[in-house]
């Protein structure tokens, strides 16, 4: 299933229609920063000045129905570390200030988990019967180290989820057509998950173009995940729309992925 696209005035971001809780992917449109971070820039420490990454946050947290005050986020290693958080986690918005993750979950009510990207492979997650949910940044390091897999693991480990009763949905990245790599990119996903990997492994002379949105759909339905919905957008074809690290060549801002725990048990 595709996400969904909305717009509240000039802000604009996706959603999957299976996850019941607020969340999204956001793109660049709707927020205050210019130049090179123009609009919607939801990362510090790229140059962008900390009062628009704020209100860029603000302007978030009004659309979805959250505070600010309970935000944890996500300090970013291309690692498999998960993170099980409360509310006596959060720090703030600068992401600086957490421990280093790669992934988030919780069950606690209110928290909004907040992972930056900017063409690696977004995850929400969301467990309609225990209330919990995830939020996962999968570079391709993380993708090789099944940290979706290990996400879907962590959640039922910790909540009592059932793998089958999670909703996942995978954002906007940089895709197949664009994410040419060595070697070392299809020898990592061959290794970690086999030849089942192969199809979306594409060889033209010695690189290779491979496909992160199917490689993280397949270990999470190899996790046990059931409904899973994925975005059909390219962070790098589309980079007027998201920020990509490899277009831009480092010079941009962040978007992410946000997830709300609001509902109550069922």
Not at 125 to 144: E, F, Q
């Amino acid at each position: 299933m595709p996400l969904i696209t909305k717009k509240l005035g000039s802000l604009e971001y996706l959603t999957a229609g299976e996850i019941r809780v607020p969340h999204c992917f956001t793109t660049r449109m709707g927020g205050v920063s210019t130049g090179i971070y123009a609009s919607l820039n939801i990362g510090m420490h790229r140059g962008d000045d900390d009062e628009n990454v704020i209100r860029n946050h603000q302007i978030l947290a009004d659309a979805l129905g959250y505070d600010i005050e309970n935000t944890v986020m996500s300090h970013q290693i291309h690692s498999d570390v998960i993170r099980v958080v409360n509310k006596t986690d959060c720090r703030g918005l600068d992401h600086h200030l957490y421990p280093e993750c790669d992934g988030l979950i919780t069950n606690e009510k209110g928290l909004a988990l907040v992972i930056f990207t900017a063409d690696c492979t977004p995850i929400l997650l969301h467990d309609p019967i225990t209330g919990a949910v995830g939020a996962v940044h999968a570079g391709w390091r993380g993708t090789a180290m099944d940290i979706a897999g290990k996400a879907v693991a962590a959640m039922a480990d910790s909540f009592g989820c059932d793998p089958k009763n999670i909703c996942a949905a995978i954002g906007p990245n940089i895709s197949a057509c664009c994410f040419e790599t060595g070697a070392e990119v299809p020898q990592a996903m061959r290794q970690a998950f086999g030849e089942a990997v192969e199809k979306w492994i594409q060889p033209t002379g010695e690189k290779y173009y491979v496909n992160l949105k199917e490689i993280n759909r397949y270990a999470l339905a190899r996790a046990g995940v059931k409904k899973i919905s994925v975005s059909d957008s390219c962070t790098s074809c589309q980079n007027q729309r998201f920020f990509s690290h490899r277009v831009t060549k480092g010079e941009r801002g962040s978007q992410g992925a946000i997830i709300v725990c609001k509902e109550e048990k069922l």
